[in-house]
């Protein structure tokens, strides 16, 4: 290490120059590749073309090399700095002190900038890679990206490894950085590839990793933090702060030469090369890492079912059996194997797609933007159906927009697990096919007032019905539990015309019942005088024919009587007539037997009110 003793202010501008070109290619390098892996990270619908695969781009297989490759990007751009200062000051002796000045509040500001969210990203993405839930291929093909990756780093490692201290006394730390980033990069590519494969212990290995970047851009900026509350250096003694313990024991104890003890004796000052119980272990490494090995592999034919699962047991390929939730002992793998099924839960699919997560709101809290289900909007969960009908003997088309989802799951029996283990990739797929079709053969033969007045129930269970059978029919082993039918209407570009001619309908339907009001008003008014004229015309014959019969009885009478009374009946009815003429007028009678001249004399001149009676001459 004595060529990391030259003074870094001596040295040639030609060598000064080259450090400056090489900390600025290695900058580049690092800058670019983080770049890269940032945008992976951030849009993973843009590398795919789907948003299926963005939990398989989150996993470690791209977070873990990214922060390893920021703690680089942090390191060059901290040695950069430096290397700049060295040339300026190799160039111009005067500005020597822009070197100590250089390694002090800059390196405190620039590394933890960039190795602080580098470990903080490390950490909270730790535990990753999953096996992703799309497509299983997607992760082969990027850990095998990752591990082409590696090699981009280890060649610049290499290059590092090369580098004379003299020219740049950071190489060393910098070469261990990118050595811990490789190691790193390749680790994830692999992870990813075995996550796929379901093999165990994956998400372990991935914390480890993830605690190594983060352990590493911790202590990183703790050294350059560490640099505030110390006198700047001479030119000769400044450095980057890129010094790193583990990055150093990580590269230092892969190296053939010493092992792991070595750094472990430069670093810390433990010699375990002494220890017998060191001697120990590694003189029972082996037998205990075959039999741990064994054990392993037997262990893997011991299989715990959840209580929400069942597993089909395949011996050497063939399915054998069913287990149901419980510890279950088979052959290890791959002489044996367990698939995985469900064993109770329900899923929900659109048929329009998977429906949204559901909204939970409080009982005062305003209703989410789910729950409106005015169909004057069109809604993603909706789907556009056509109707060909024959009405009045011409063939029609007419749309209707409905919301259906559809509740499924695998069939409770052995035998059904069996079919959907073996009979579909894809359920979900299935169903929704399964469901199209058969809404498509209900719907095709009704017209829209049939759909729209339908009763929801028995439709819902007619369709149930139809893509059970069909389900049944592909050996498919699931079972429909339900169809919900959300909404069924016309679509919404038809809302305002059916708007308008529902409410024509029910206008014309009010006019005709307002005019039968009116007309039945006018028959009972017309039955009613119709009654009152033959009432009266009845009463009227009847007085009439009392009245005569009447005088037909009175006639008679008179009759008999005149025949028995004769004159004095005939004079007793003249007195009885004159009687009745006379009955209200003044009557005078005078005697037939008075002579003429002493008869009286009357006076038939009106009385005038007032005057005394008058006189008789």
Known sequence: MKAEQTPASLLPPTLAAEAVRLTRRLTFAAGALSVLLALALVSPAAIT???????????????????ATLLCLAAALASL??????????????????????????????????????????WLMRG??????????????????????SFSMLIAERNLAAVPARALPEAAALRAL????????????????AANLGLPATALLSSLLALLV??????????????????????????????????????AGAAVEGGIGAPLRQHLGIDFSRSWALAYVRAAALPMLGFF????????????????????????????????????????????????????PVHEIGLAGTPGPIEHTGAEDPAPASANRLWEQAHPEEVELLIASAASGRESFQSVSADLRILYRVGLTDEAALRAAYASANPETLVRSAAGRAVADYFVGRTLDQVLGADRAAMAEALRTDLQGALDRAASGLDAVAVVIEAVHPPAGAADAYHNVRAAEIA?????????????????????????????????????????KTARLRFTADQE????????????????????????????IIDHRLNTPDAAVLDLRPLVPGAGPAKEE
């Open 561 to 588: 009587a005149a025949s028995a009374g004769g004159k004095s009946f005939l004079l007793e009815r003249y007195f009885s007539a004159l009687t009745a003429a006379l009955g209200k007028a003044p009557k005078t």
């Open 81 to 122: 700095l430096l290397t700049r200062a060295r040339f300026q000051a190799s160039v111009l002796p005067d500005t020597a002190a822009v070197v100590g000045r250089a390694a002090r509040v800059p390196q405190a500001i620039m590394v933890p900038s960039i190795a602080l969210p580098a470990a903080a990203l490390a």
């Open 508 to 548: 014309a339907q009010t006019s005709i019942a307002v005019e039968r009001g009116a007309a039945a008003t006018v028959h009972a008014q017309s039955l009613q005088y119709a009654f009152d004229q033959t009432a009266n015309a009845t009463a009227d014959a009847a007085e009439t024919v009392a009245a005569a």
């Open 178 to 193: 990118a050595f811990l980033a490789t190691l790193v990069t390749f680790g994830a590519g692999l992870l990813e590839i």
């Open 293 to 344: 090995l064994l054990l392993a592999w037997g262990l893997s034919g011991v299989t715990l079912v959840p209580l929400d699962a069942r597993a089909v047991y395949e011996r050497f390929g063939a399915p054998v059996a069913v287990w149901h939730p419980g510890l279950h002992l088979g052959l290890p793998w791959p002489l044996g194997t367990a698939r995985a099924l469900e064993y109770g």
């Open 214 to 251: 983060a352990a590493t851009g911790l202590e990183l900026s703790a050294r350059a933090l560490g640099r505030l509350f110390l006198p700047p250096p001479s030119p000769d003694a400044a450095r980057a702060a890129v010094q790193s313990a583990i990055a150093r024991i990580v590269a």
């Open 128 to 149: 990753s890679p999953l096996p992703p839930t799309g497509a299983p291929d997607t992760g082969y093909t990027l850990g095998a990206i990752a591990i082409a990756a």
């Open 49 to 67: 073309g789907s948003d299926a695969h963005a939990e398989t781009l989150r996993s470690a297989v791209f977070t873990l090399p990214l922060a």
